[in-house]
């Protein structure tokens, strides 16, 4: 099992810049991917931006430029970059770690969420 713990959301101006931290409980050469997603009231789950254990790096169109994902493998943490926050990037950030298919099964683990809220 694998958990994960995140931190660092919080209240920011627009413009503003965050660094969200994905903890997980396990090397991250173990996972094959590392996503984060968000939630804004009201609306889908949408992912923001992934990294695979190969290095592979994905965003969502609406952050391009702005977001950047990046691993530390010693503290066994996954950072989401976040500059030029806007109000719309407001929402609850995920972290999902994909393990892939485990005994027949396609196996991730979500952390608890945490808050961004950007203020105009």
């Known amino acids: 099992q694998v958990q994960l713990l995140e931190s660092f959301g919080g209240l920011v101006l627009a413009g503003g810049s965050l660094r969200l931290s994905c903890a997980a409980s396990?090397?991250?050469?173990?996972?094959?991917?590392i996503v984060w997603y968000r939630q804004a009231s009201g609306k889908q789950l949408e992912l923001v931006a992934a990294i695979t254990s190969c290095g592979s790096l994905n965003y969502a169109d609406s952050v391009k430029g702005r977001f950047n994902i990046y691993r530390d493998n010693a503290k066994k943490k996954v950072y989401l970059q976040m500059n030029s926050l806007k109000p719309e990037d407001t929402a609850v950030y995920y972290c999902?770690?994909?393990?892939?298919?485990?005994?027949?099964?396609?196996?991730?683990?979500w952390g608890q969420g945490t808050q961004v809220t950007v203020s105009s």
């Open positions: 396990v090397s991250i050469f173990s996972i094959n991917a």
């Open positions: 999902n770690a994909v393990l892939g298919v485990v005994a027949g099964f396609y196996t991730d683990y």
